[in-house]
Structure formats: C-alpha cells, structure tokens
C-alpha cells in the first residue's frame, strides 16, 4: 500500500469538498439547519459534503469501512477504516464564520495510518502518512519549542452536550488563564489539533470528542513531533472522549494540570 499516494488523493479529494463549503456557506438559511441537541448542528451541506467523500473515498481504497459523523454509509468493521467529519465547526460554518474545516483520517488495524485535515477557510491543508513528517500546503511542519506551561498558548472546546465534568473544567481553565499566555476557543477540535501541529498552539485539550473529530489531527501532531494522549497519559484518545495534545517541552506540565483537576 502506497500510503503518500493514497493521502494525495484525499488532500485533492478534501480540497474539492472545500470549494462546495464555501460556495455553500453564502447560500445557508436558517431553514436549511436542523437542531441534534442544544449546541449540535447539521444541515444539507453536512449531509452532502459527507457523502461526496464517502463516494470518492470508496474508489481510493474499495475495500475500507467507514466511522462517519452524519452516518451517511453503515460503518461495517474492516481492517481498514476511513474516520471522517465533513464539517467540523458545524456552528461557527452557519453563523458565516471561521475555522471550519474537513477531517479524514486512515486507521489500519486499529492503528491510524495517515490524515488530512483541510481547514477551508484559510485554504490550508494539513496532511501526513506513517513514517511522514507532516506538511502543511507542501511545506514541511513541526510542533512550536516552547518548554514552559507560563510561555505557552492552550487551546481547548467548550462542553456542549456533556456537562458531567464542567467544574473540573472551569478549574482547568481558571488555571490556564492566570499561568499561560493565554486560552483560545476555536470552535473545532480538527483545527485546534493542527494548529498544535504546526507550532500556533502549544497545547489543546477537551473532553466529549468523537474519533471524527480528532482521528486525523491527532496522528497530524504525532507526526509533526507533538504527543497526543488521553487525561491519563494514555493512548485512548481516539475513542476515550478526551484528548490532550502537545510539544514535547509543555506535555508534563500540561498533563500534570489535567490529571490534577479533570
């Protein structure tokens, strides 16, 4: 399996589906968006931006299953999966705002591959397979140097359906706040975690996630020399419903906080 080859395509595959978000975006009314719970949308383009990628990605690799977000294919379990958002930022897309953007990732027997995210806005495609370094728009990526929890920059989500954990939250974040740079609240998990990969963020965290939402940013980090874990320290991050992701100069400190409050 040629694995840069294959992510090529859906660097492609994710810029197309780009262009139908934008053009979309200017079209959206309030009609065209239906309420999943209080804080979770989802519209046409939703439905049809993921069905244009499970169409395409079926001829890439005919033989892969698929975990997606709007359920548009049944997810049958395969060897190798395809793990995909369409639009990842749903709210800030229908409020005519930025970052959005798509998320794909590649997993092969439980062990992701390779992923593409294509944050739309700012036409920037994050991208890297296994054994890659990791490339933004072609160019080579690494994690920021950063070595201090107080010269760093966080990044977290805000709970929008899970409020089980709100007060260890606000706790985390009150720390953050007064012993960092500061905290930014992007709106999507996928961008937050490849805005860690190349350097903008030093650090994110957030809890309530699904493996769309950061399947294909997080193994982006990885490659770009960061380190993703769960609150533990531990690798369950894809389906454990909460991700932490950094440099390797804050990832102590920062995990140490997380433990310690969440």
């Not at 989802?42 to 698929?66: C, H, M, R, W």
């Not at 994690?143 to 920059?153: A, K, M, R």
Request: one cysteine or more; charged letters at 25%; glycine letters at 8%.
């Amino acid at each position: 399996m040629n694995y840069e080859e294959i992510i090529m395509q859906v660097v492609d595959l994710a810029k197309e589906v780009g262009i139908y978000l934008r053009e979309e975006q200017k079209k959206l009314k309030s009609d065209d968006i239906e309420k999943k719970g209080q804080h979770d949308f989802v519209s046409y383009v939703d439905k049809t931006a993921e069905q244009k990628l499970v169409n395409q990605l079926k001829i890439i690799l005919p033989d892969a299953g698929f975990i997606a977000e709007e359920n548009s294919v049944e997810r049958i379990d395969k060897d190798i999966m395809w793990i995909i958002d369409p639009l990842d930022g749903t709210t800030n897309y229908i409020h005519g705002m930025s970052p959005f953007a798509i998320s794909i990732g590649l997993m092969k027997n439980q062990k992701m591959i390779g992923g593409v995210v294509y944050e739309v806005g700012l036409d920037e495609c994050f991208y890297a397979w296994k054994d890659s370094y990791a490339f933004l728009n072609g160019n080579k990526i690494n994690v920021s140097s950063t070595t201090l929890l107080e010269d760093s920059l966080i990044a977290t989500g805000f709970p929008y359906y899970d409020y089980s954990r709100l007060e260890p939250f606000m706790t985390t974040l009150s720390y953050f706040i007064q012993n960092t740079h500061g905290v930014r609240r992007l709106g999507t998990a996928a961008t937050d975690l490849i805005y860690v990969a190349c350097g903008r963020i030093d650090g994110f965290y957030e809890y309530g996630l699904s493996p769309w939402d950061v399947a294909a940013g997080a193994f982006i980090v990885q490659q770009a020399g960061g380190i993703v874990s769960d609150y533990n320290g531990d690798s369950n991050y894809i389906f454990g419903k909460e991700i932490l992701a950094s440099n390797k100069g804050i990832y102590s400190d920062f995990l140490t906080v997380i433990k310690d409050t969440m």
